[in-house]
């Protein structure tokens, strides 16, 4: 059975940066889309950014983090990172991992203005 560890989560200020990590375990290197979603209080779930499989170089990311954050996967395909730069308080959720129809628990991303 396929698990998803997110790791990295914290409180920082605006403007700063954190790295979160996924890191999957239950499967052999594999050829799915590696998805960051974030969620705040009293609001949906939002797509954050995501990183093909076999194709590491293509990415997609919401709008409302295009040119801060950046996500990256390694060559074992095992692990997704998400890079958060110039971070607003906006920012502030829970942030998961998704991968096929395979959820992480979540880490929590406070940003204080």
């Known amino acids: 059975q396929v698990q998803l560890v997110e790791s990295g989560g914290g409180s920082v200020q605006a403007g700063s940066s954190l790295t979160l990590t996924c890191t999957a375990s239950g499967r052999t290197a594999g050829s799915y889309t590696m998805a960051w979603y974030r969620q705040a209080p009293g609001k949906e779930r939002e797509f954050v950014a995501a990183?093909?499989?076999?194709?590491?170089?293509?990415?997609e990311y919401g709008d409302s983090v295009k040119g801060r954050f950046t996500i990256s996967r390694d060559h074992t395909e095992m692990t997704a990172y998400l890079q958060m730069n110039s971070m607003k308080p906006d920012d502030t959720a829970i942030y998961y991992c998704?991968?096929?129809?395979?959820w992480g628990q979540g880490t929590q991303v406070t940003v204080s203005s």
């Open positions: 998704g991968e096929n129809t395979c």
């Open positions: 990183v093909q499989g076999r194709r590491r170089n293509v990415t």
